[in-house]
């Protein structure tokens, strides 16, 4: 425990990261504090969020720094621990960096038992991505059954749970996906009762009308752009919006000019609301309960795309723009 490797923020990127974006490098372990702890990483969570982090500009995280290590959901093994609440050998989760060790104080990680479930869950089902897609869905979309759901980016690991729980409530769930592989998994394993592939379908406007004959009650918006602009004309009276992710967007060099849709929203009575998890702090143990108690009973899945090597890490986080991933993008760091 010599050595402790470690990935920077090399530059901030214009447009599209690659890995010019990223410095790897190696450093001593640091030692935990008082009332810290040491935790050695065992999977880091790669999200589509961290891409606006390494922008300067202001938003609801502080931007990354350039030349300081970039941090993420991480789930790892306390192996020192100066805090009272934390013994050598436990498993917890936080917001740690992109290394081998982080000292972290302990008021920001939290434990987790691996005895109850796989421990990557802490950072899929009942971690940031499974309450953003329960409470997006539950408080902004308002279901009800017999409903009629679509979910952009549904192949991916927040919009998998969406439509699961969406189907917990008796709704119909159409998903909105990029590849015949997910729309498979979609349909056949999560019982999605349509799943459109946008790249191979031609008019995604004659596709959702085709999906969705009658009309659509909530979106639950992961990607923007294109995509969301044919689902905002289907709209149903009194319809809800929950706006999570613009990955389309998050990209672009300049700020789109594109079709004006509030005159539209007004007219159909139609919520819509941008937010982040942490928004419902307050209500985590409510949503951590009801997904563990969902995945327990076998009624939520889940699916997880995982690249093995901290050196690999930027490139998991760019196959996310490609892509590539089905469900969950973590990186194992160590077996």
Partial sequence: MDKNRQILLAKR???LP????????????PKPGDSQVLVRSHYLSVDPYMRGRMNDTKSYAAPFEVDQPLTGGVVGEVVTSNHPDFTDGDFVT???????????????????????APITTALYVTGMPGLTAYFGFMDIGQPKAGETVVVSGAAGAVGMIVGQIAKIKGCRVVGIAGSDEKVTYLKHELHFDE?????????????LKTACPNGIDIYFDNVGGDITDAVLLQLNFHARVALCGQIAHYNAEKVESGPRF??????RSVLLKGFIVRDYADRYEEGINALAKWLNEGKIKYK?????????APDAFLGLFRGENLGKQLVKVID
């Fill in 18 to 29: 690659d890995q010019s974006t990223f410095k790897f490098e190696e450093t001593s372990v």
């Fill in 304 to 312: 997880e795309t995982i690249v093995e090597g901290l050196e690999n």
């Fill in 94 to 116: 936080g917001r740690l960096n992109w290394a081998d060790y982080t000292a972290a104080d302990g008021a920001y990680v939290q434990k987790i038992n691996p005895e109850t």
């Fill in 195 to 207: 799943v459109i592939n946008y790249k191979t379908s031609g008019n995604i406007r004659e596709a």
């Fill in 13 to 15: 990127p214009q447009g």
């Fill in 262 to 267: 509030l005159p539209y929203l007004l007219t």
